[in-house]
Every structure is written in structure tokens, then in C-alpha cells.
């Protein structure tokens, strides 16, 4: 069996516009980018994220002390004219989830996050080296 593909000659135009366009979601939706920059005081993550808000996001440190980054939205699309029947409604669902494996030197209690067109930055600020030095301690063994 082959697969039919909008832009051929001999499909009828009227199945082009319907089903190939950007009001339709797309099937091979992937994953939002990731980018992790490090400066000299922290590191900065950039999830890739046009058109959610700061209410679909959760982020967290899970029970081993990594990053969490979650992502769930659900939308309804809807005509609401009571005079048509629907040839085609949708309902659209995206779900997303990253764990990132946080280096010792971060200062997990000091954590921010923000949104900015379409992109979120999750801040996470590096401890300073004396501080490294004083979460480092003997264990005495018994």
C-alpha cells in the first residue's frame, strides 16, 4: 500500500485545502528544542515553546535532585454555529516531559524560571567555590 501525498497532480485540490494546511495538526510533531548555556555564575536552559504559556509548564527537581521539565496542554477547537453539522473537529494534545541530570555545583534552592516570547528560561544559578567546599564533608565510617 502507498501513501498519498497532497501535492500530486491528481488529487483534487479540495482534499489539498483540507487536509493540508496549518489548521490541521501535524502527525510528526516532535519535541521542543533544548538549549543549556553555562556562563562563569550559572547555567540558563531554553525550552523552545511557541504558543504555550507559563500554565502549561511544571518544573521541578524530582527525588534525585534533577530537573524536571513538563509540558501538557489540551485544546478544543469549536465552531459553535448551531445551523452546521461539523465535517471535521478537532481537538488537539500535547505532552512533554525532560529530565535533566543537574552538576553538583548548582544551588537548587535558588531556581527561577521565567517566559519570554515563546521561550522558557529556567535559571540555575552555580554555587560559589566555598560553598562547594562546605557541602563537602567527611562521613565517619562506624
Known sequence: M???RGNQNWLPSIFSDMFDNDFMARANA????????ESPDNYLVE????????????????EENNLVISLEK???KKDENKEARYLRREFAYSKFEQ??????DVDKEKIAA????GVLNIHLPKLSKTEIKKAQRMIDIK
Do not use: H, W, Y
Not at 30 to 37: E, F, L, S, Y
Not at 47 to 62: E, L, Q, S, Y
Not at 114 to 117: F, H, L, P
Open 2 to 4: 502507498t501513501l498519498v
Open 30 to 37: 516532535t519535541a521542543p528544542a533544548i538549549n543549556v548555556k
Open 47 to 62: 525550552v523552545a515553546a511557541p504558543g504555550m504559556t507559563k500554565k502549561d509548564f511544571c518544573v521541578r527537581i524530582d
Open 74 to 76: 489540551q485544546e478544543e
Open 99 to 104: 529530565t535533566i541530570i543537574l552538576p553538583d
Open 114 to 117: 521565567s517566559m519570554d516570547n
